[in-house]
């Protein structure tokens, strides 16, 4: 695994949602509790508006029903980025987990060539 790839895969989602986690729970709090739900819909929305592949914009509509179906888009946006951003965490701890291994092995190679020598 080469170092873009591990950064790609690892590095670059998890720090995405720990900054999004610190940038957003401010605005969750409510009453001194954090409400999670409402976190974890706003950090899926920078995951999920790019896999929106089709932004509908209603025609022969008034502005409120068109802000309207803007925010309905946005909200469908951080459902379906709620899914991704937790698959790519998923992803990234198998990665993580993978990368673990494969420097043991490649550690344990190199002891074992040294040995020979």
Do not use: N
Not at 13 to 20: E, Q, Y
Not at 85 to 90: D, E, H, I, R, T
């Amino acid at each position: 695994m080469t170092v873009h790839k591990f950064a790609g895969k690892v590095v670059y989602p998890v720090l995405a949602a720990i900054l999004l986690f610190f940038l957003l729970r401010p605005f969750c709090m409510e009453q001194g509790k954090c409400d999670y739900r409402l976190l974890i819909l706003l950090m899926g929305i920078p995951f999920g508006i790019g896999k929106m592949l089709v932004w509908i914009v209603p025609g022969r509509t008034d502005l409120g029903g068109t802000l309207g179906f803007l925010v309905f888009q946005i909200l469908i946006g951080g459902v379906v980025g709620s899914m991704v951003m937790l698959w790519k965490l998923a992803e990234a701890a198998v990665y993580l987990i993978w990368g673990i291994y494969a420097g043991i092995v490649w550690v344990c190679r190199i002891r074992k060539s040294g040995m020979e020598e």
